[in-house]
C-alpha cells in the first residue's frame, strides 16, 4: 500500500504517478425559474493513491455538487458542467457519454452517499445489492460474487455475514447499514471512494467506529478518499490534507497540520473558532456572523467580505490570487497579498 509523506513535500509534487484525480476549474451552474445558481466557480484540487482529502464548509458551500459532478450526476437539465476538467487516471471524464461513466462509475470510483436508509433500497435483501454492481462491471458468476460480498462484510466488521446477507436495511441498526454502504462502494475495489457526509446521521460511538474503518480500509486496500464534511472534528480524525470551500470556492486549502494549526484565511480560521474544545472549558463559542453570498449574483470580490472582520476595500471589488504559503498551503485571500497594504478597511 502506498501512503503519502507529507514530511517530504517536494516529492508529493514530483511523482504524479501517485497523482488518482486531477480537478481543474471545475464550473457547476443551475437553471431554476428566478435564475442560474453558480454553484461551483473554478474548483481545483488533486487527489493521491492512499491519502484522504477533506472538503469542508458550511451546508450549500458546493461539497456534494462537486463530488456528483467528478461522478458525472449532474443532473442535466437543470445543471451543468459549464467548465473544466475531471481528469481519472488520464481520461477527461467530463467527454464521457453516459455509456462510458458508468462503466467507471462504482467500478473505479464510488460513492458513499449521505443517507444509509435512503441509498439502500429497501425492497432488495442486502445479498442482491452487494452483488449488483459486481455483476455488472466484472466478468463472474454468481458464487463468486456472493463469496466476495461475504469477504466485504468481515471487512466492514457486520458480524455472521453469510446470514445477514439474507435480510433487508430495515432489519439492520443505522451504524450497521451505513457498514453496508461502505461494503457496497468497495465491491469493485475502487482506486477513489468519495464520501459525502458518512456520518451524519450517526450517534458519536459509531462515528468513531466508521471513521476507524475508512483508516482499516485505507491501509488494507490504498484507496484514495475524499471526506466530504462540515465536521471538523472528524477532518482532525482522519485527514491527511483539507480544501476548506466558501461560496462554490475552495479559499484555503493544506495540510492538516496547516490547517489547524496555521488557518491564514478568516473564513477557516471562523471555522475552528465555532467548534468546542476541551482545553477552552468554560469559554464561549465564537460564531461567523451573517450569511454566505447568493449564488444567484456572486460577489465581484471575495465572496467572505460581507462576514470578514478584516475586509478591505479592494476585498469587495477584486477576487483576490491564491497566494501559496508552502508547497502543499495555499490560501485566497486580500491579507497576504503585498498590493493590499495601506488600503483602509471598509
Not at 501517485?18 to 481543474?24: D, H, P
Not at 453469510?162 to 430495515?170: C, D, I, L
Amino acid at each position: 500500500m502506498i501512503k503519502i509523506n507529507y514530511e517530504n513535500t517536494r516529492e508529493l509534487q514530483k511523482n504524479k504517478e501517485k497523482m488518482v484525480l486531477e480537478v481543474r476549474d471545475l464550473h457547476v451552474t443551475f437553471k431554476t425559474y428566478g435564475g442560474t445558481v453558480q454553484a461551483v466557480r473554478g474548483v481545483s484540487f488533486d487527489v493521491y493513491q492512499g491519502e484522504t482529502l477533506a472538503i469542508v464548509g458550511e451546508s450549500g458551500c458546493g461539497k456534494s455538487v462537486t463530488s456528483s459532478a467528478i461522478m458525472g450526476l449532474i443532473p442535466t437539465p437543470p445543471g451543468e458542467i459549464t467548465k473544466g476538467q475531471v481528469i481519472f487516471k488520464g481520461k477527461e471524464l467530463t467527454r464521457l457519454s453516459k455509456k462510458e461513466l458508468r462503466k467507471i462509475r462504482g467500478s473505479d470510483i464510488s460513492m458513499i452517499f449521505q443517507d444509509p436508509m435512503t441509498a439502500l433500497n429497501p425492497t432488495l435483501t442486502v445479498e442482491e445489492q452487494l452483488t449488483e454492481g459486481i455483476k455488472q462491471h466484472k466478468s463472474i458468476s454468481s458464487a463468486e460474487a456472493k463469496k466476495k460480498a461475504i469477504e466485504m462484510m468481515k471487512l466492514v466488521g457486520i458480524p455472521n455475514p453469510t446470514e445477514r446477507m439474507k435480510q433487508y436495511p430495515h432489519q439492520f441498526s443505522g451504524g450497521m447499514r451505513q457498514r453496508i454502504v461502505i461494503a457496497i462502494a468497495l465491491m469493485c475495489e475502487p482506486e477513489l471512494l468519495i464520501a459525502d457526509e458518512p456520518t451524519t446521521a450517526l450517534d458519536v460511538t459509531i462515528q468513531a467506529q466508521i471513521l476507524e474503518l475508512f483508516e482499516e480500509i485505507q491501509e488494507k486496500t490504498g484507496v484514495a478518499i475524499i471526506l466530504i464534511t462540515h465536521d471538523l472534528g472528524v477532518v482532525a480524525k482522519i485527514a491527511d490534507r483539507i480544501a476548506v470551500m466558501y461560496a462554490g470556492k475552495i479559499i484555503e486549502s493544506g495540510t492538516k497540520r496547516e490547517i489547524f494549526y496555521k488557518p491564514n484565511h478568516p473564513y477557516t480560521q471562523g471555522l475552528l473558532h465555532s467548534v468546542p474544545r476541551l482545553d477552552l472549558k468554560g469559554k464561549a463559542l465564537e460564531p461567523i456572523e451573517g450569511t454566505p453570498p447568493d449564488l444567484f449574483a456572486p460577489p465581484a470580490g471575495c465572496p467572505f467580505t460581507a462576514r470578514c472582520p478584516h475586509a478591505m476595500e479592494v476585498c469587495e471589488k477584486v477576487m483576490p490570487r491564491s497566494e501559496s504559503l508552502s508547497s502543499t498551503h495555499s490560501v485566497d485571500c486580500w491579507l497576504l497579498d503585498e498590493r493590499a497594504e495601506g488600503m483602509r478597511l471598509a
